[in-house]
């Protein structure tokens, strides 16, 4: 199976559960890797025949800064679910990091995948 991923697409957002977390933009970090069968790309060196990264980019882009959640655990589904639905990505994997959220470690957050990955 091909891969196409997005790596520390850094978004601001309403993220938490305290009071003052919901006052606040706090930048989320997160990385995406999307099942793809890239042979006809390759071969075509045409964007129309793979994932079109800019896109799901620009996508998660709005979606999470308009987003306002709890958990980091719903920011993932409701990513994870935007990508299969919208763009027909089988299988993807979600990272959702909220860096400072606990003193002493770089970063807290989930790792979740959808879907099925093909081999």
Known sequence: MDKIFLSELKIDTIIGIWEWERRIRQTVVIDLEMSADIAKAAATDDVVDTLNYKL????????????????????????????????????????????????????????????????
Do not use: Y
């Open 56 to 119: 799901v980019a620009k996508r998660i882009q709005e979606f999470v800064a308009d987003s306002s959640f709890q958990l980091v655990e719903t920011l993932a589904e409701r990513i994870a679910a935007i990508i299969r639905e919208e763009f027909g990505v089988a299988w993807v994997k979600v990272r959702v990091n909220k860096p400072g959220a606990i003193r002493g470690s770089k970063a807290v957050g989930v790792l979740i995948e959808r879907g099925e990955q093909t081999t």
